[in-house]
């Protein structure tokens, strides 16, 4: 399938880095179609250390020169949302390949600006919504196409995390600004909603309520208050294309939880995390199939069945197996010149979805999204 390893820069690839360390750095080392040459940090120092250890020969504290190296085929953009959209524009503007995590951008318009860029650069670019490379999700994709639980009538999904609720750490603090573009709506509503759509259908409309219970937030090392203008509890009812109703709470600040149900006609799935943090993309995902003999008509009597379908292997269930899976679809992608994997203009559809959740909750209207 290829004559040559397809040379990778990581921008933020300093082994400090929690998110690249454990998903990005390790999988692209064992990976068979990719060989990382650059770390790119905010220190030369740190990405001089970075590289070092993980043999890679070059170090950059510039994306713009980590972008510009021969030496560079994909650049893998892997830092705070704020800065997403600038080290993007480097590597477009290099013609390099382009995996972006989630947000693209800290809002729509610059998302739609580099969906644009990239298409007419003609690289293969990709969005880190690995949360569909789940086997779980995609196991209840197909089944439900294949009509296991007959017509879907409705969804309900809980999303609950610690965070981003009346305590932060000082990594987190900059989660709480609405002006970053990363916050409980985008990420963690984001990877969530991305998953329901990508399961069933986009939303046709929707109605939104966005409640701030905390104005400021305790960061945990210090002590001080910070202040905080983003959402803790968001409601969201609508309906989607193909006519599911669908219920969405998204909460921060509580107890942990991902739990979406999928109600039909002949049963339920039910699609749930264990330990979970409130990340459908953070994996160790299950599935539980209900079914009941004459749903239709289902009395106290009659027999209800409880499957428990286990479809992952440990090692696939965690956040560096969906990373996995999508360097191997974006491999598939550059080598035999496929467009497989999630890309820029599917982000610009979920950076289009929470504009229209934040319009609802401004304006306590509804909002259309798609008309017949």
Same mark, same amino acid.
């Given at each position: 399938?290829?004559?040559?390893?397809?040379?990778?820069?990581?921008?933020?690839?300093?082994?400090?880095?929690?998110?690249?360390?454990?998903?990005?750095?390790?999988? &692209?080392?064992?990976?068979?179609?990719?060989?990382?040459?650059?770390?790119?940090?905010?220190?030369?120092?740190?990405?001089?250390?970075?590289?070092?250890?993980?043999?890679?020969?070059?170090?950059?504290?510039?994306?713009?020169?980590?972008?510009?190296?021969?030496?560079?085929?994909?650049?893998?953009?892997? @830092?705070?949302?704020?800065?997403?959209?600038?080290?993007?524009?480097?590597?477009?503007?290099?013609?390099?390949?382009?995996?972006?995590?989630?947000?693209?951008?800290?809002?729509?318009?610059?998302?739609?600006?580099?969906?644009?860029?990239?298409?007419?650069?003609?690289?293969?670019?990709? @969005?880190?919504?690995?949360?569909?490379?789940?086997?779980?999700?995609?196991?209840?994709?197909?089944?439900?196409?294949?009509?296991?639980?007959?017509?879907?009538?409705?969804?309900?999904?809980?999303?609950?995390?610690?965070?981003?609720?009346?305590?932060?750490? =000082?990594?987190?603090?900059?989660?709480?600004?609405?002006?970053?573009?990363?916050?409980?709506?985008?990420?963690?509503?984001?990877?969530?909603?991305?998953?329901?759509?990508?399961?069933?259908?986009?939303?046709?409309?929707?109605?939104?309520?966005?409640?701030?219970?905390?104005?400021?937030?305790?960061?945990?090392?210090?002590?001080?208050?910070?202040?905080?203008?983003?959402?803790? =509890?968001?409601?969201?009812?609508?309906?989607?294309?193909?006519?599911?109703?669908?219920?969405?709470?998204?909460?921060?600040?509580?107890?942990?939880?991902?739990?979406?149900?999928?109600?039909?006609?002949?049963?339920?799935?039910?699609?749930? =995390?264990?330990?979970?943090?409130?990340?459908?993309?953070?994996?160790?995902?299950?599935?539980?199939?209900?079914?009941?003999?004459?749903?239709?008509?289902?009395?106290?009597?009659?027999?209800?069945?409880?499957?428990?379908?286990?479809?992952?292997?440990?090692?696939?269930?965690?956040?560096?197996?969906?990373?996995?899976?999508?360097?191997?679809?974006?491999?598939?992608?550059?080598?035999?010149?496929?467009?497989?994997?999630?890309?820029?203009?599917?982000?610009?559809? &979920?950076?289009?979805?929470?504009?229209?959740? =934040?319009?609802?909750?401004?304006?306590?209207?509804?909002?259309?999204?798609?008309?017949?």
């Amino acid at each position: 399938m290829r004559d040559k390893l397809i040379n990778v820069g990581i921008i933020g690839g300093s082994l400090n880095n929690q998110w690249a360390s454990k998903t990005h750095i390790p999988v &692209l080392k064992e990976s068979p179609f990719f060989q990382i040459m650059a770390i790119g940090t905010s220190k030369m120092e740190t990405a001089k250390k970075s590289a070092t250890m993980i043999n890679a020969p070059l170090a950059f504290t510039s994306y713009k020169e980590l972008a510009k190296s021969k030496d560079v085929d994909l650049v893998v953009v892997s @830092i705070k949302v704020p800065f997403h959209y600038e080290a993007s524009i480097a590597a477009i503007k290099e013609n390099k390949h382009l995996y972006c995590e989630w947000p693209l951008g800290i809002d729509t318009i610059q998302a739609k600006d580099l969906a644009n860029l990239a298409d007419q650069a003609n690289i293969h670019h990709a @969005i880190g919504l690995q949360a569909r490379q789940s086997p779980e999700v995609n196991y209840l994709k197909q089944a439900i196409k294949q009509g296991e639980i007959g017509k879907i009538l409705s969804c309900t999904m809980q999303v609950a995390t610690q965070g981003k609720g009346k305590i932060t750490d =000082q990594r987190s603090d900059y989660l709480l600004k609405k002006e970053n573009g990363a916050n409980l709506l985008t990420i963690n509503g984001g990877h969530s909603l991305d998953v329901l759509c990508y399961i069933l259908s986009d939303f046709k409309e929707l109605s939104a309520t966005m409640n701030v219970n905390y104005t400021e937030a305790i960061i945990q090392e210090t002590g001080i208050k910070t202040p905080k203008n983003t959402a803790d =509890q968001i409601l969201i009812h609508g309906t989607l294309i193909d006519g599911t109703s669908a219920s969405v709470h998204i909460q921060g600040g509580v107890y942990p939880n991902f739990h979406l149900e999928i109600r039909g006609e002949k049963g339920v799935f039910r699609l749930k =995390q264990h330990n979970s943090s409130g990340h459908v993309q953070f994996g160790n995902l299950k599935i539980e199939k209900i079914t009941h003999s004459n749903f239709s008509s289902f009395t106290e009597t009659d027999d209800v069945y409880l499957e428990e379908i286990k479809l992952s292997y440990k090692e696939d269930s965690s956040p560096a197996g969906y990373v996995e899976n999508a360097y191997n679809l974006l491999a598939r992608d550059i080598l035999e010149n496929k467009s497989q994997i999630p890309n820029f203009n599917d982000a610009v559809k &979920l950076h289009q979805l929470i504009d229209a959740i =934040q319009d609802s909750a401004e304006t306590g209207k509804k909002i259309v999204l798609m008309n017949e």
